[in-house]
């Protein structure tokens, strides 16, 4: 079965700083790979995701993230932090394409100090 | 706006009381999801439909009723529900079941008093 872990509960960094959010699967082939974001009292909203192609996967508000097989990770990076991305950050995975078979990780919570 | 519009965004109601939650896609998907989020669990798929037919059912109780006239809306109704189904539900939609494309709602916070 698979299995998605973010080893970070939350996250504290300062405004302007970097950012790295890691997401671990466990699944025998290459899963497609999803990052969503989930500010308080609203849905989630797509980042970015990886089906095939470049490991290094751009997204929307100045994200991006790695897809490393050899690690079965998913980081999700951002040079400069700023205080709007404070929010739930969601890892989640689909071996198939299919949405019903989306697993989401635990999710990790971002603040960030002015 | 994401295209998949929930309401209400607030609900507040008794055990015994008798509502329900609405979904409306406006991407011209053919799937809607229902999923549950509680504090400090992943997200749970609750129910799937695809061309207005439940697909998936992942053994919900029967408190939970969900329904889809169309593809564009999906309701789920809600009675004698217990303290511990207060959560975040979400609505999501797709085309043809399809993880690419994923669209979620804003959701509804349920607090069961």
């Known amino acids: 079965a698979q299995s998605v872990t973010q080893p970070d509960i939350h996250i504290t960094v300062s405004e302007g700083a970097s950012l790295e959010l890691r997401c671990n699967y466990s699944?025998?082939?290459?899963?497609?790979l999803f990052w969503y974001v989930q500010s308080p009292g609203q849905g989630l909203q797509l980042l970015l995701k990886?089906?095939?192609?470049?490991?290094l996967v751009q997204g929307i508000k100045g994200f991006e993230a790695e897809f490393k097989r050899s690690q079965s990770s998913f980081n999700l990076r951002k040079p400069s932090v700023h205080w709007s991305d404070a929010a739930e950050y969601f890892c989640?995975?689909?071996?198939?394409?299919?949405?019903?078979?989306?697993?989401f990780g635990p999710g990790t919570r971002l603040s960030v100090l002015p | 706006e994401t295209g998949v519009t929930q309401t209400p965004r607030h609900l507040v109601m008794g055990m015994t009381n008798k509502k329900s939650l609405k979904c409306e896609q406006h991407?011209?998907?053919?799937?809607m999801y229902w999923y549950k989020q509680s504090a400090k669990k992943p997200l749970e798929l609750m129910f799937v439909y695809s061309l207005e037919e439940r697909v998936e059912n992942n053994s919900v109780p029967s408190r939970f009723s969900p329904e889809c006239p169309n593809s564009s809306h999906l309701f789920l109704h809600l009675h004698t529900l217990q303290p511990e189904d207060s959560a975040l539900y979400l609505c999501?939609?797709?085309?043809?079941?399809?993880?690419?494309?994923?669209?979620f709602g804003s959701g509804t916070r349920l607090t069961v008093v």
């Open positions: 991407l011209g998907h053919n799937a």
């Open positions: 999501a939609s797709s085309q043809d079941q399809q993880a690419y494309g994923y669209t």
């Open positions: 699944y025998g082939a290459t899963p497609y």
């Open positions: 989640a995975v689909v071996r198939d394409n299919y949405g019903q078979n989306f697993v």
């Open positions: 990886y089906f095939s192609g470049d490991t």
